[in-house]
């Protein structure tokens, strides 16, 4: 049974820096697709951040430069979230997929997801 459980959100000022985990257990696929979501109050879910078991990475353009994504040996995620703005205010979520997408991870449809961890953001 896969289970995913993030952690690592809090409140930081404008400027700031978090790095979210996420931990994952049960998930011990070869060719897998991860990536990190947000939603907002109000506001659609969004995609934040992809990487695959290659290695290819893919940000939303608002956190290119700014967010990291990387994983380990043992498929823990994680986010290392710089320079944050208020507008990063969100709930983020872990997902991950058993496929081979590569540098498609972006568009996949993801299978198993974590339950949330509040990012919160002050001017």
């Known amino acids: 049974q896969v289970q995913l459980v993030e952690s690592g959100g809090g409140s930081v000022q404008a400027g700031g820096s978090l790095r979210l985990s996420c931990a994952a257990s049960g998930f011990t696929y070869i060719s897998y697709c991860m990536a990190w979501f947000r939603q907002a109050p109000g506001k659609e879910r969004e995609l934040v951040s992809t990487i695959s078991s290659g290695g290819n990475t893919y940000y939303t353009p608002s956190v290119q430069g700014r967010f990291t994504i990387s994983k380990n040996a043992k498929n823990t995620l994680y986010l290392q979230m710089n320079s944050l703005k208020p507008e990063d205010t969100a709930m983020y979520y872990c997902?991950?997929?058993?496929?081979?997408?590569?540098?498609?991870?972006?568009?996949?449809?993801?299978?198993?997801w974590g339950q949330g961890t509040q990012v919160t953001v002050s001017s």
């Open positions: 997902a991950a997929d058993p496929i081979d997408a590569g540098r498609w991870c972006p568009s996949i449809v993801f299978t198993y």
